[in-house]
C-alpha cells in the first residue's frame, strides 16, 4: 500500500519495484458497458504481429514524474518516461510524442481542444461527466507508482492535538475539501459521510482546488477537518509546509485508480488501441527501464463510478 501518515513518510522509503506478473491474452476488446471506463481483455480478436508504425500524441501529469511533479519532492518523483518510449518505438513500431504538463488544468484544456489522442494523468480529471470534454476515453492501462500500487484513496486528518479522535465526531464540524472535479477528496469524501450517517452542512464545508489549500486551512484553524490525496504529504506540495506525524487520520475513502493511460477512442481506431495496450503490457512485463521509477504498465482495474451517470 502507499505509506501514509504511519511510519517513515514515502520519501524515506527505500522504492520497492514490484514485478507484477500479468495475465494477458492476445484477444482484448473495447467494453464501455454501464459506467466501465477501462479497455479489458477478453478473449476473440488478435492483434497482429506486423504492423505498420503508429505514432500518438500523448499528454502527460503524473504526480511521480520529473518532467510534471512538484520540485519539493524530486526525491520521490524520479520517474521518466523517454527510455520506455524509445523501447515502445524500437520493439512495436508505437511512437509517442508527449507534452509535459506540471499543471493539469492546462492539461485538460488542451486536451479539450482536441490536440491528443490520450493522456497519462489521474483518470478522473479528464473522465468526469461535467467536464464539457467530447472525447470518448477508456483507459488503457494503469500506471503503478513507485511502489507497485496502482490505487489512491482520500483521507481524512485533523491535527495531531485536535480533540477530535472519531469520524462520528464530526458531524456539524468545518471541513475543507477538494472542489467537485477532484475524486478522493470531494465524490469519494461525500460518499463516505453519507454511509456513515455524518452531515456536514454546506456552509461549514471549504472547497478548495489542491491539497496544499486545504491543508492550509486545516492548520490555520479554519477548519476542523481536512480531506487530502493520501500522497500529498510524501509526494505532493504538502510536504514543504507539514508532516505526515503532524496529524492523525480520521478515515479514508474507497479506492481509486492513481494514474491511467487513457485513449480517445474516437481518434484512435479499435485496433490501435488493442495494439498498444498490447505494447504497454509487454514493455512494462519484460524490458520496464529503470529510469521508469519502480513500476510500469499493467491491466486497468475495473472502476465504473456512478457519477459517470450524472447528467
Known amino acids: 500500500m502507499i505509506p501514509h501518515f504511519s511510519g517513515k513518510p514515502m520519501r524515506q522509503q527505500h522504492l520497492i519495484i514490484t514485478v507484477l506478473s500479468v495475465a494477458f491474452a492476445f484477444g482484448l476488446t473495447l467494453s464501455a458497458s454501464g459506467n466501465e471506463t477501462a479497455l479489458l481483455p477478453s478473449s476473440g480478436e488478435e492483434v497482429a504481429k506486423e504492423q505498420p508504425p503508429l505514432k500518438l500524441n500523448i499528454a ?140 456536514i452542512q454546506p456552509k461549514n464545508i471549504s472547497a478548495r482546488a489542491s491539497c496544499l489549500e486545504c491543508l492550509d486551512l486545516l492548520i490555520k484553524g479554519v477548519a476542523d477537518v481536512a480531506a487530502i490525496s493520501n500522497y ?13 506525524e503532524d496529524f492523525r487520520v480520521l478515515a479514508e475513502t474507497e479506492r481509486i485508480p492513481l494514474t491511467s493511460l487513457l485513449v480517445d477512442i474516437q481518434k484512435v481506431p479499435r485496433k490501435d488501441a488493442l495494439r498498444l495496450q498490447k505494447a504497454l503490457l509487454e514493455v512494462s512485463k519484460t524490458s520496464l527501464p529503470k529510469s521508469m521509477g519502480g513500476g510500469g504498465f499493467v491491466l486497468p482495474q475495473p472502476w465504473s463510478p456512478s457519477e459517470l451517470s450524472e447528467k
Open 232 to 244: 500529498a504529504l510524501t509526494a505532493d506540495c504538502g510536504a514543504d509546509v507539514a508532516k505526515p
Open 60 to 199: 502527460i501529469n503524473d504526480i511521480y514524474g520529473t518532467d510534471t511533479a512538484c520540485s519539493c519532492v524530486h526525491d520521490v518523483a524520479t520517474r521518466k518516461y523517454s527510455d520506455f518510449f524509445d523501447r515502445l518505438r524500437e520493439k512495436h513500431s508505437i511512437e509517442i510524442v508527449p507534452a509535459y504538463y506540471p499543471e493539469i488544468y492546462d492539461l485538460i484544456k488542451d486536451f479539450k481542444a482536441g490536440k491528443f489522442d490520450g493522456a497519462i494523468c489521474k483518470p478522473w480529471f479528464l473522465l468526469q461527466p461535467k467536464s464539457g470534454s467530447p472525447q470518448k476515453l477508456l483507459r488503457a492501462a494503469d500506471l503503478q507508482d513507485p511502489f507497485g500500487n496502482t490505487l489512491m484513496w482520500g483521507i481524512l486528518i485533523v491535527p495531531k492535538n485536535s480533540k477530535f479522535r472519531t469520524l462520528g465526531e464530526l458531524s456539524g464540524k468545518r471541513m475543507t475539501c477538494g472542489e467537485n472535479d477532484n475524486y478522493e477528496k470531494s465524490h469519494a469524501v461525500r460518499k463516505l459521510l453519507k454511509a456513515k450517517n455524518i452531515s
